[in-house]
């Protein structure tokens, strides 16, 4: 499939708070069905023999951070783990549900885009953000992770293919009843890249050694640490 990007329903700048919100509970649900955490946490997992400190960036209604909270409570490991996003929304919406949770999940408001990453975090993470943009400021991220992390960066994303357009069409209309995610869904896979391209980019932001895979379903993780 060619890489086509349409603006997504959920960049627009003026959608309105209740809407967002109903999509930002849809995407948790999508997430926590395909069980997304799982693509982070075997690598967490391994390096938190001591305090690890973890940041999400573009974390949206936080349930990545949120899971990886209750996985380390379940396996007493110490774990502090933040998130940030662009949207106060999002925000307002994952200290939400960390509140409610119990979590010691530390959320603030950030443009990873336009802004320097804070440097106090052992791993930096990302979930299904890429796809949101386009080559040169993929790479550009990259590179900003890279210089934040002292451990590793781990960043999960979609994968562009016609299995993965029909799979997350069906996904986005059964699992949502958001028009924002119904459309935003397959948007996403168009905009999103394939494997070799995403190898590609990671080499032009340094990252040497970097491990770009397949991963089910319809996502790839790249996975890149310091020696």
Not at 87 to 93: L, N, P, Q, V, Y
Request: glycine share 4%.
């Amino acid at each position: 499939m060619p890489r086509v990007r349409v603006p997504e329903l959920m960049d627009e700048p003026n959608l309105a708070a209740d809407a967002h919100r109903q999509a930002l509970a849809g995407l948790a649900r999508i997430n926590a069905l395909t069980r997304s955490a799982n693509l982070l946490w075997p690598t967490i997992r391994d390096l938190a023999n001591e305090k690890l400190t973890v940041l999400d960036i573009a974390t949206g209604s936080g349930d990545i951070p949120l899971q990886l909270w209750k996985r380390a409570k379940r396996c007493a490991l110490p774990l502090a783990i933040s998130g940030c996003d662009i949207s106060a929304t999002a925000i307002e919406t994952a200290r939400a549900k960390a509140s409610v949770a119990g979590a010691n999940i530390d959320t603030f408001l950030h443009d990873v885009l336009r802004d320097p990453l804070p440097t106090d975090y052992d791993v930096v993470t990302c979930s299904l953000f890429l796809h949101h943009l386009d080559p040169p400021d993929v790479v550009e991220l990259l590179r900003k992770m890279m210089l934040a992390a002292k451990t590793m960066v781990i960043v999960t994303d979609l994968v562009r293919s016609r299995t993965s357009y029909s799979l997350v069409w069906i996904a986005s209309h059964l699992l949502s009843r958001s028009r924002i995610v119904r459309f935003d869904g397959p948007v996403s896979v168009r905009a999103a890249y394939t494997i070799r391209e995403m190898q590609q980019m990671a080499a032009e932001a340094g990252m040497t050694g970097a491990i770009v895979e397949n991963c089910f379903p319809c996502r790839m993780r790249l996975c890149w640490g310091k020696s």
